[in-house]
Protein backbone atom coordinates (compact mmCIF):
# COMPACT_ATOMS: atom_id res chain seq x y z
CA UNK A 1 0.00 0.00 0.00
CA UNK A 2 1.39 3.60 -0.50
CA UNK A 3 -0.52 6.89 0.32
CA UNK A 4 -0.25 9.40 -2.40
CA UNK A 5 -0.88 13.07 -1.32
CA UNK A 6 -1.71 16.14 -3.07
CA UNK A 7 1.82 17.11 -4.75
CA UNK A 8 2.71 20.56 -5.87
CA UNK A 9 0.83 21.38 -8.93
CA UNK A 10 2.27 20.31 -12.83
CA UNK A 11 1.04 21.29 -16.02
CA UNK A 12 0.87 18.26 -18.57
CA UNK A 13 1.79 18.11 -22.28
CA UNK A 14 -1.96 18.30 -22.57
CA UNK A 15 -2.94 21.82 -21.26
CA UNK A 16 -4.57 21.11 -17.72
CA UNK A 17 -2.63 21.02 -14.35
CA UNK A 18 -2.10 18.11 -12.46
CA UNK A 19 -1.44 17.29 -8.80
CA UNK A 20 -1.28 14.19 -7.36
CA UNK A 21 -1.54 10.34 -9.06
CA UNK A 22 -1.09 7.05 -8.66
CA UNK A 23 0.89 5.92 -11.11
CA UNK A 24 3.82 3.19 -12.38
CA UNK A 25 6.20 6.09 -11.69
CA UNK A 26 4.81 7.44 -8.12
CA UNK A 27 3.63 3.89 -6.98
CA UNK A 28 4.79 1.22 -9.31
CA UNK A 29 1.30 0.61 -10.59
CA UNK A 30 0.87 -1.79 -13.02
CA UNK A 31 -2.23 -2.00 -14.61
CA UNK A 32 -4.09 1.36 -13.47
CA UNK A 33 -3.53 5.04 -13.25
CA UNK A 34 -5.61 7.89 -11.27
CA UNK A 35 -4.97 11.51 -10.93
CA UNK A 36 -6.62 14.81 -9.75
CA UNK A 37 -6.35 17.41 -12.57
CA UNK A 38 -8.12 21.05 -13.05
CA UNK A 39 -8.67 23.23 -16.00
CA UNK A 40 -8.46 26.57 -14.60
CA UNK A 41 -10.64 29.20 -15.36
CA UNK A 42 -11.55 30.27 -18.93
CA UNK A 43 -8.95 27.38 -20.27
CA UNK A 44 -9.30 24.46 -22.38
CA UNK A 45 -6.65 21.26 -23.30
CA UNK A 46 -5.34 21.12 -25.92
CA UNK A 47 -7.29 18.11 -28.51
CA UNK A 48 -5.66 14.87 -27.47
CA UNK A 49 -6.39 11.19 -27.06
CA UNK A 50 -5.28 8.30 -24.81
CA UNK A 51 -3.98 5.69 -26.55
CA UNK A 52 -4.18 2.09 -25.28
CA UNK A 53 -6.44 2.79 -22.72
CA UNK A 54 -10.28 3.09 -21.56
CA UNK A 55 -10.30 6.15 -19.05
CA UNK A 56 -12.82 7.71 -16.71
CA UNK A 57 -13.76 11.38 -15.29
CA UNK A 58 -15.22 12.06 -12.37
CA UNK A 59 -16.18 15.81 -12.05
CA UNK A 60 -15.56 16.93 -8.42
CA UNK A 61 -15.80 20.78 -8.84
CA UNK A 62 -16.99 23.40 -11.42
CA UNK A 63 -18.80 22.76 -15.14
CA UNK A 64 -17.13 21.47 -18.03
CA UNK A 65 -17.98 21.47 -21.40
CA UNK A 66 -15.97 17.74 -23.43
CA UNK A 67 -15.67 18.20 -27.10
CA UNK A 68 -15.05 15.08 -29.06
CA UNK A 69 -15.00 13.21 -32.20
CA UNK A 70 -13.03 13.39 -35.67
CA UNK A 71 -13.93 17.01 -36.23
CA UNK A 72 -14.92 17.82 -32.46
CA UNK A 73 -18.15 17.84 -33.40
CA UNK A 74 -19.93 16.22 -31.10
CA UNK A 75 -19.89 17.73 -26.78
CA UNK A 76 -21.48 17.15 -23.48
CA UNK A 77 -21.55 19.08 -20.01
CA UNK A 78 -20.44 17.84 -16.96
CA UNK A 79 -20.99 18.53 -13.78
CA UNK A 80 -20.15 18.10 -10.38
CA UNK A 81 -20.20 13.85 -9.98
CA UNK A 82 -21.06 13.40 -13.56
CA UNK A 83 -19.15 10.33 -15.05
CA UNK A 84 -17.50 10.26 -18.03
CA UNK A 85 -16.53 7.12 -20.08
CA UNK A 86 -13.88 7.97 -22.56
CA UNK A 87 -12.74 5.12 -25.26
CA UNK A 88 -9.17 4.46 -26.69
CA UNK A 89 -8.18 6.93 -29.04
CA UNK A 90 -11.04 8.91 -28.98
CA UNK A 91 -9.75 12.72 -29.67
CA UNK A 92 -11.26 15.29 -27.24
CA UNK A 93 -11.27 18.65 -25.50
CA UNK A 94 -11.80 19.97 -22.25
CA UNK A 95 -12.64 23.48 -21.61
CA UNK A 96 -13.72 24.82 -18.69
CA UNK A 97 -17.17 26.72 -18.32
CA UNK A 98 -16.52 29.23 -15.71
CA UNK A 99 -14.40 32.42 -16.33
CA UNK A 100 -13.84 33.13 -12.44
CA UNK A 101 -13.78 28.99 -10.88
CA UNK A 102 -11.86 26.23 -11.61
CA UNK A 103 -13.11 23.02 -12.73
CA UNK A 104 -11.65 20.07 -10.88
CA UNK A 105 -12.37 16.27 -11.82
CA UNK A 106 -10.51 12.84 -11.42
CA UNK A 107 -9.29 10.88 -14.06
CA UNK A 108 -8.92 6.79 -13.90
CA UNK A 109 -7.16 4.82 -16.68
CA UNK A 110 -6.67 0.55 -16.72
CA UNK A 111 -2.61 2.18 -18.10
CA UNK A 112 -0.32 2.30 -15.34
CA UNK A 113 1.14 5.52 -17.71
CA UNK A 114 -0.51 9.29 -18.37
CA UNK A 115 -0.58 7.94 -21.94
CA UNK A 116 -1.74 11.19 -23.43
CA UNK A 117 -1.45 12.01 -27.51
CA UNK A 118 -1.82 15.53 -28.40
CA UNK A 119 -3.50 16.17 -32.20
CA UNK A 120 -2.50 19.12 -33.12
CA UNK A 121 -5.05 18.94 -36.27
CA UNK A 122 -7.48 19.07 -34.42
CA UNK A 123 -7.00 22.58 -32.62
Same mark, same amino acid.
Given at each position: ?????????????????????????????????????? @? #? /??????????? %?? =???? &???????????????????????????? @? #? /??????????? %?? =???? &???????????????????
Amino acid at each position: MKVVKPGPDRETPRGVVGGSEVSQATTGASNIYAGVFR @V #P /PGARSRPHYHE %DC =ESIC &YMLSGRMKIRWGDHLEEEVVLEPRDLLY @V #P /PRETHVLENLS %DT =EPAE &YVVARDSPTEDSVEVPWAG
